[in-house]
């Protein structure tokens, strides 16, 4: 096998994403041959070399699982935290491959999170050149104006940015709504500052779809391993997202 950079084959072992590998490599945890790596550029080779992560030896994973989580509100999307908040690795009892999430929902969201050890599917979901279509159900404190609702679908500004277009569609109607919310991208609290633009408060959050997949019966906490044709699904959804010259539009 030739030599590779060392957080390409981390995400491909199924010990992180390539952007925890980064961190991972950064705060001095990877070491090759006994030697600590922190540059980033580094290479290696999973036959040939000897790598370890916080002292235990990588291996490449004998077969990929997918496995689909229904994450609860006050749980940390990390393999561990510092502050001994709850994770979501801390539900899989029962798994004894090791997975990671893909993606993140912050700590007051809830819904779909897809936890698995194939780094390559992993890396394309989270890649910011896929847009693969990501769908969401948000309670707000009040609802937008029909002009307020045409500038969140076509894009507002957030961190000096506008964001891509997005799908939004009022599900419930009430005092405190609910909305369907689309998104093709997906940065950090980017629905609660999209909501807070336009001077409203997300109360709830939950993810309900990535791509094909759905959130389903499962409950807070419960999760399941995904069906062979839920992955190939996920894999042919990504591919037709990656080729799209363009993410959808807002329907």
Same mark, same amino acid.
């Given at each position: 096998?030739?030599?590779?950079?060392?957080?390409?084959?981390?995400?491909?072992?199924?010990?992180?994403?390539?952007?925890?590998?980064?961190?991972?490599?950064?705060?001095? @945890?990877?070491?090759?041959?006994?030697?600590?790596?922190?540059?980033?550029?580094?290479?290696?080779?999973?036959?040939?070399?000897?790598?370890?992560?916080?002292?235990?030896?990588?291996?490449?994973?004998?077969?990929?699982?997918?496995?689909?989580?229904?994450?609860?509100?006050?749980?940390?999307?990390?393999?561990?935290?510092?502050?001994? @908040?709850?994770?979501?690795?801390?539900?899989?009892?029962?798994?004894?491959?090791?997975?990671?999430?893909?993606?993140?929902?912050?700590?007051?969201?809830?819904?779909?999170?897809?936890?698995?050890?194939?780094?390559?599917?992993?890396?394309?979901?989270?890649?910011?050149?896929?847009?693969?279509?990501?769908?969401?159900?948000?309670?707000?404190?009040?609802?937008?104006?029909?002009?307020?609702?045409?500038?969140?679908?076509?894009?507002?500004?957030?961190?000096?940015?506008?964001?891509?277009?997005?799908?939004?569609?009022?599900?419930?109607?009430?005092?405190?709504?609910?909305?369907?919310?689309?998104?093709?991208?997906?940065?950090?609290?980017?629905?609660?500052?999209?909501?807070?633009?336009?001077?409203?408060?997300?109360?709830?959050?939950?993810?309900?779809?990535?791509?094909?997949?759905?959130?389903?019966?499962?409950?807070?906490?419960?999760?399941?391993?995904?069906?062979?044709?839920?992955?190939?699904?996920?894999? @042919?959804?990504?591919?037709?997202?990656?080729?799209?010259?363009?993410?959808?539009?807002? @329907?």
């Amino acid at each position: 096998m030739p030599e590779e950079r060392i957080q390409k084959i981390l995400s491909q072992a199924g010990v992180s994403s390539r952007r925890q590998a980064e961190r991972m490599i950064l705060e001095g @945890r990877v070491a090759v041959n006994g030697a600590v790596v922190t540059e980033l550029g580094s290479k290696a080779d999973l036959d040939r070399d000897h790598i370890k992560v916080d002292g235990r030896l990588i291996r490449a994973p004998q077969h990929h699982v997918y496995i689909a989580l229904n994450k609860p509100i006050n749980t940390v999307t990390t393999l561990s935290d510092p502050e001994g @908040r709850p994770t979501v690795m801390d539900l899989l009892r029962g798994v004894k491959q090791r997975v990671y999430p893909v993606g993140r929902l912050d700590f007051h969201s809830d819904g779909l999170l897809l936890m698995t050890n194939d780094g390559e599917l992993a890396n394309a979901i989270m890649s910011a050149h896929t847009h693969l279509e990501k769908t969401y159900v948000v309670k707000v404190n009040g609802d937008l104006t029909p002009e307020q609702e045409r500038q969140f679908r076509e894009g507002v500004p957030i961190s000096g940015r506008r964001t891509l277009p997005a799908g939004l569609r009022l599900i419930r109607k009430a005092a405190n709504p609910w909305y369907e919310v689309r998104l093709t991208e997906g940065r950090n609290n980017q629905i609660r500052m999209m909501f807070k633009h336009f001077g409203r408060l997300v109360e709830k959050l939950r993810r309900v779809r990535i791509g094909p997949l759905e959130l389903g019966p499962l409950k807070p906490g419960q999760f399941r391993h995904l069906s062979a044709e839920e992955v190939r699904a996920l894999q @042919r959804a990504v591919q037709k997202a990656h080729a799209s010259p363009r993410p959808a539009g807002a @329907r």
